[in-house]
């Protein structure tokens, strides 16, 4: 099955938001979890600029879902993602992931020793500045919103090279230079399905739970939360923190943890840590790696 291209949709299509354009990696995450039935009918994509972009049309009600990336295995954390779900409203559903390398591309007929321009997302420039360094050291680096926006910019002739899925090379036209490019191999992105806020996915025996809370600026209350994991044998498979951006130097952090909510030992924890939060947003249970 192939989503639908942006310019064509019906009242009866099931709206996808997704960091665009066609061509990225969050495309291809829209295709897996289509092919693995998370929609109910046929998906019209909806490219956007940004998770944040993604999510708030979710929000608004102006896409059904979105898929974001949330987490790379040489870069961690996707934090503008991380951001966006910790605005609340929505929840995580479903999760997949993918293989990750790049196709460098260029405009027909450039040579690697005529770039001087090299545009891709800064997630992925993490991913593929050493072989950069070494093939196209004269390289100025541009930020591009997403690796299918970097091809785009190169065929537009705003920049010389792009790191992207090698699709993109296609879609806009580009000679291709090099395929399966990371500087660190066996690289994975984990994308997230996210719809408004309702009932968890059903509980699968092999799930995720996702929470943000803010803890009270006093000695001792992070240990404290954790703690209330620790004792119920919750296991985290994940801990970050990023500013709230409405005090300085506040913080949420965001936790996953193995199990569902609808797991006693996970429920409880849960509640324990609500009553110690100044704010905790639960972010939904899923299965692992399993797209529902």
């Not at 934090?79 to 409203?89: F, H, I, R, S, V």
């Not at 803010?214 to 404290?224: D, H, T």
Request: negative net charge.
């Amino acid at each position: 099955m192939n989503p639908q291209p942006d310019t064509c949709t019906s009242e009866s299509d099931y709206r996808v938001a997704y960091l665009g354009p066609a061509g990225t990696f969050t495309e291809a995450a829209v295709r897996q979890f289509e092919d693995a039935g998370a929609f109910p009918r046929a998906v019209h994509l909806d490219s956007c600029s940004s998770p944040g972009e993604a999510l708030d049309k979710v929000r608004a009600g102006h896409a059904d879902a979105a898929v974001v990336a949330i987490e790379n295995s040489v870069d961690g954390p996707v934090t503008p993602t991380l951001d966006a779900l910790a605005k609340g409203e929505v929840q995580i559903f479903g999760e997949t992931e993918l293989d990750i390398a790049f196709a460098i591309m260029v405009r027909p007929g450039t040579q690697a020793a005529e770039v001087e321009s090299f545009s891709t997302h800064p997630v992925a420039h993490q991913q593929v500045q050493g072989w950069m360094k070494e093939h196209m050291p004269r390289a100025r680096f541009i930020a591009a919103s997403s690796n299918a926006a970097a091809a785009q910019a190169v065929a537009e002739g705003e920049a010389d090279a792009a790191a992207a899925p090698l699709r993109a090379a296609e879609l806009f036209g580009l000679e291709v230079l090099a395929e399966k490019v990371a500087d660190v191999g066996n690289a994975r992105t984990r994308f997230v399905l996210v719809r408004l806020a309702g009932d968890p996915a059903p509980r699968s025996g092999h799930d995720r739970t996702a929470l943000v809370f803010r803890l009270p600026n006093e000695p001792g209350s992070l240990v404290g939360a954790l703690n209330e994991f620790a004792v119920r044998g919750v296991d985290m498979s994940r801990i970050g923190s990023r500013p709230t951006r409405r005090e300085r130097y506040t913080y949420d952090f965001h936790v996953d943890l193995v199990g569902h909510i609808e797991d006693q030992d996970v429920a409880e924890a849960v509640e324990a840590v609500a009553t110690r939060a100044q704010q905790l947003i639960y972010l939904g249970s899923w299965p692992i790696g399993d797209p529902q």
